[in-house]
């Protein structure tokens, strides 16, 4: 895909009209309940909701766990009749969609509710909104295309990466096409949402790690947005720096429940950030590295993230300095450029710390034109970033992130 700089102007051009369409849309945030045992308060929202049957959508991880048994009993309890949906796995497809939507209609359910991480809240949420619309998921995909409004949906995120529980954006993999397609709609926001940390102490560090990093680059695309706002910039700036303090401590702790919820939260912050704001070329490429390689969303953008950022620093570096001193990185009065660097060193550097290479092993060569390609199709009419690439420079920056036997 060709871009010559006058697209650049229009895809420029159209964000500006969409971020003023954004400004005065009715962004609403989920009923929210935190801290440990905020899960099963949830149960008596949804109960008080006026569902009568529940269809949970999991995985099998974390019903062999045993996460998801007191969540449903609870929900029993207090009146509710469940039928758990546990079929879900990374990159939830179109036809594990369909499933879902099936599971629902044969049991009667009124009511969805996701439980664990970004895999389970994004198929909850299109499963509800295939549960009331007729169109198949990836006609729902794109900006604003749920007609109808979904099944009452909930959510209990597992991990502190996504933050789907408070965004109105769903991903669903086309395996066929090789494609990551995201359904963005005010619609898929849940009713209400849980933060509790007594689900995250189970989780092994490297997931711990990506999923955080997910969050950090949530936030950091956030702030560097063309589209970041007044309303989103202060959340995406304080969930940087809990990242920052909290994410080696729960990697190297699990159990710690104060570092546990504090990255629940600053997750959630820089997904209320994000989903306004909007990302940008980290996710562009690694949904590029999702549906080819499987790669965890969260570990791709940890890659990506210090390398794009690289790219964006000449346009970027006032507002990449505003992060670093909201965090205490550098000296206050050092000159923005030379605080964005060394913001960006200490991203890498965090990366190191929790054990994430600086490249992707299973990246090859010969896929660079098609990572690249998709990721200017994803970006063009969506993000409003700040700097543009076109096929040969994202080729290029891609090409960065080859394993180095590759890349010789």
């Not at 991990?159 to 529980?165: L, N």
Request: charged share 20%; net charge neutral.
């Amino acid at each position: 895909m060709r871009i010559s700089r006058p697209e650049h102007a229009l895809y420029a051009a159209y964000m500006k009209a969409f971020k003023l369409a954004t400004w005065v849309s009715p962004f609403r945030e989920p009923e929210l309940l935190e801290g440990p045992g905020s899960a099963l308060e949830l149960c008596g929202t949804i109960a008080r909701g006026g569902a009568r049957h529940v269809l949970l959508v999991t995985d099998r991880t974390l019903v062999r766990l045993g996460l998801v048994a007191p969540i449903a009993d609870r929900l029993r309890g207090d009146g509710v009749t469940v039928t758990v949906f546990d079929d879900v796995e990374p990159d939830p497809t179109l036809a594990l969609i369909e499933s879902g939507r099936e599971a629902y209609v044969a049991a009667g359910c009124d009511a969805v509710l996701g439980v664990g991480g970004g895999s389970a809240l994004d198929a909850a949420k299109l499963i509800a909104a295939r549960a009331t619309n007729r169109k198949p998921v990836a006609r729902m995909t794109g900006l604003f295309r749920v007609w109808r409004r979904p099944a009452p949906l909930y959510a209990i995120p597992t991990t502190a990466g996504t933050g789907s529980e408070v965004t109105i954006a769903a991903v669903v993999t086309d395996p066929e096409r090789q494609l990551k397609l995201t359904a963005i709609d005010f619609k898929l926001l849940p009713i209400a949402a849980a933060l509790d940390p007594t689900l995250m102490t189970g989780i092994p560090p490297h997931i711990t790690a990506a999923t955080g990093m997910d969050a950090l680059t949530h936030a950091i695309e956030a702030v560097i947005s063309d589209n970041a706002f007044a309303r989103t910039t202060p959340r995406a700036l304080d969930a940087a720096r809990a990242i920052f303090r909290w994410l080696p401590v729960a990697a190297r702790d699990g159990r710690n429940l104060e570092a546990r919820q504090a990255l629940a939260r600053a997750s959630y912050d820089a997904g209320f950030a994000f989903t306004q704001a909007g990302v940008g070329y980290v996710h562009a490429i690694s949904h590029g590295f999702g549906a080819r390689y499987h790669t965890p969303h969260g570990l791709g953008n940890a890659i990506a993230l210090p390398w794009v950022l690289d790219f964006s620093l000449p346009a970027r570096a006032d507002r990449l300095a505003l992060v670093a001193r909201h965090c205490g990185i550098g000296e206050p009065d050092a000159s923005d450029a030379a605080l964005a660097e060394r913001l960006v060193s200490e991203i890498r550097a965090l990366n190191a710390a929790l054990g994430i290479p600086s490249h992707l092993d299973a990246l090859r060569a010969a896929d660079l034109p098609a990572i690249a390609d998709a990721a200017l199709r994803e970006a063009r009419f969506t993000y409003a970033v700040p700097r543009y690439l076109d096929q040969r420079s994202c080729e290029a920056l891609v090409a960065k992130m080859l394993p180095p036997a590759v890349a010789q």
